[in-house]
């Protein structure tokens, strides 16, 4: 099968060598910028793309890659499912709850599977997480803490600075603990947040959540791209006879540069594993194009995602809960 | 010779209390008042003092200043009595379980002409005064968010029954986060979230266990508090005081608890923290026997437990309305 790749910031580069991994060939790289297409493009002898709308039609793609900015991926969604082709697209699924069932209508009505990277579904220590939580190992579980983030993502000019276009960190961040919470405990049932959202004097975004389940679970979540540096995942779990818990600064690998292209050193952590998490969530997506299994994360668990964010949005503007 | 006396033993903090007053120079512990006489006649054998049966007798006696550590209901009226008997009072947090019972105790104490103190020793922590100082000097400016958490085992018992406790560990764990800040921010709290419920203890109580509060504070500053008694028994410590500051020039954190040896011991199965930082009850204690010898109200004083007091009723209200309340 030929994958086209739309998007080649981070993540649509990450995804072409998954893709490739899995043993597909990447055929299409498209990018609003001509030089970001033809690099991504060039250790696969891909065609490079200026407009996505090429290289979705073409006729030799099976597989439509979204990894361009949120508020875009409703429109290439859309564009791929008329166009027959099978969907991956990133997180947040879309900019709004609108455009996410527009989109779940699309692929529904063309008959092709669409699906979205709520990577941390997939990570080993979250796997771990939940294994714990589901062998009785603490208990009955009552309350759950998450904790993601480090530095303001993008350069100056990044769309993740604008937060009518990503949302800050809360809708582009969060979100990944916002569904793995849904995931494991069940539906929420009402939803807290503060946010900063701030612009000046220094661009900087910090959301904190308390979420109650309605399984009564209650949930603290802390989203930050306030640091100065670095990013550090934390989660703990408690219950009736024990907790778990994880950080990963806490990790195998570390290594501090006594200099570094940009500006100060930091330690960065490191966590090797044999099979990467964005690489399992490619073999779930294409077992399930195959026909072989279906997917642990669905269009719908996505949407149900961008809906809780959105919620704690609200509530930040209202400074009240939002029920969901 | 300032003389000090105690009064009930049911809150195991008045353990480090009795250490720290027989460990200071001029002060001397004369006597101990419990409503348990067991407890209280063990404790005076622990702690070399007498040991007074009847309560009136006790506060006749030749005191400067008292310490409750009482069950939380039960400090009004003892705070009343000693009060009226004109004696200097240092009262175990939560002051009071509500906020017409705290009014009630300030009131008394100001009208006796007395000096009120309530025991928030983590203000004489050194690792939470180095991040006040941090905070002072300018360099982090200008603070937006705040994360803490007071996470704590069960302590069961009688803080486990709501009529003498008043509440769970949303009324035992609140107090402290909020104390700290109105401290080190020198501001209000404005609004309060919270969510709190049993999450743990089902089978053995019926008090809440956490809570977890979003709260706002003069000039918008956003905090997220976590009150909880979720640490498991085999945790390798009592708890933590936590927080995070997210400031203008950076991002600051403090975890006032963690000056430790880790042991691991194979009679106990499993591993433990040893604390070897400075004990904070020894800075709260020398400033409420400064305060009686000077006359004076204790640096933290009954209206920092009022106002405390208030944003945990504030939290409580939250929880059953489901909305953020003004404090
Ligand atoms: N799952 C994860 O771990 C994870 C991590 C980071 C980002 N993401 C998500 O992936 C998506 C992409 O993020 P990123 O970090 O790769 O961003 P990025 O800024 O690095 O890359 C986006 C790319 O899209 C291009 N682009 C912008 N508008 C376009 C348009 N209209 N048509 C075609 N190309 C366009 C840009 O030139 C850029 O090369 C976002 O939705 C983001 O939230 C997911």
Known sequence: ???????????????????????????????A??????????????????????AIKSKEVDIVVITTPTPTHEKYVLAAAKAG???????????????????????????????????????????????????????????VK??????????????????????????????HDLDWVRYVFGEPKRIFCQALLRKTPTQLDYSQVTMRMKNDVIATIIGTWAHPSGFRVKVEACGSKGMVQFDSSDAPVSGEARKTASGPTMIVPMSPVAVSPYQREWEDFLGWVEGRSV?????????????????ALQSAEKRQPVKL | MTKIGIMSFAHMHAHSYAE???????????????????????????????FVKDRDKFLARELDGVIIT??????????????????????????????????????????????????????????????????????????????????????????ADEALSGGGATMDHTVHGVDLLRWMLGKEFTQVYCELGNQFHKETMKTDDLGSMNMEMEGGIQVSHIASWSRPQSFPTWGDVTMEFICENGVLNVDAFNQKVIVYNDKTKHAGWAAWGDNPDLGLILDF???????????????????????????????????????
């Open chain 1, 1 to 31: 099968m030929n994958v086209a790749i739309i998007g080649c910031g981070g993540m649509g580069r990450l995804h072409a060598e998954m893709a490739a991994n899995c043993g597909l060939r990447v055929v299409a790289c498209a990018d």
């Open chain 1, 33 to 54: 910028v001509r030089k970001a297409a033809m690099s991504a493009a060039a250790p696969y002898r891909a065609k490079a793309f200026e407009n996505p709308m090429g």
């Open chain 1, 85 to 143: 082709k099978h969907i991956f697209c990133e997180k947040p699924f879309g900019r709004s709850s609108l455009e996410c069932k527009r989109s779940i209508a699309a692929a529904k009505k063309a008959d092709v599977k669409l699906f979205v990277g709520h990577v941390v579904r997939y990570f080993h220590e979250f796997e771990a997480i939940k294994a714990q939580i589901e062998s009785g190992a603490i208990g009955e579980a009552g309350w």
């Open chain 1, 146 to 175: 998450l904790y993601r983030g480090g530095i303001y993502p993008g350069n100056a000019k990044s769309w993740f600075r604008d937060y009518a276009q990503s949302g800050g960190v809360t809708f582009d961040c969060m979100i």
């Open chain 1, 295 to 311: 997917p642990r994360v669905t269009a719908q668990d996505a949407l149900r995602a961008v809906q809780m964010a959105e919620a």
């Open chain 2, 20 to 50: 720290c007053l027989n460990r200071l120079p001029g002060v001397e512990l004369v006597a101990i008042w419990d409503d348990d006489a067991k407890r209280g006649r063990k404790m005076a054998k622990e702690f070399g003092a007498p």
């Open chain 2, 70 to 159: 009482a069950e939380n209901v039960k400090h009004r009226a003892l705070v009343e009595a000693a009060a009226a008997a004109g004696l200097w009072i240092l009262c175990e947090k939560p002051l009071a379980t509500t906020v017409k019972d705290a009014k009630a105790m300030v009131k008394a104490c100001k009208k006796a002409k007395i000096g009120l103190g309530t025991a928030f020793p983590c203000r004489y922590s050194l690792p939470l005064m180095t991040a006040k100082d941090m905070l002072d000097s300018g360099a982090y400016g200008e603070v937006y968010s705040v994360a803490c958490t007071n996470h704590g085992q069960s302590p069961g018992g009688w803080f």
């Open chain 2, 289 to 327: 026997v400064s305060a009686v010898r000077d006359k004076r109200d204790p640096v933290i004083s009954g209206i920092d437990g009022l106002r405390a007091t208030e944003v945990t009723a504030a939290a409580y209200k939250s929880s059953k309305t489901k909305k953020a309340v003004k404090v």
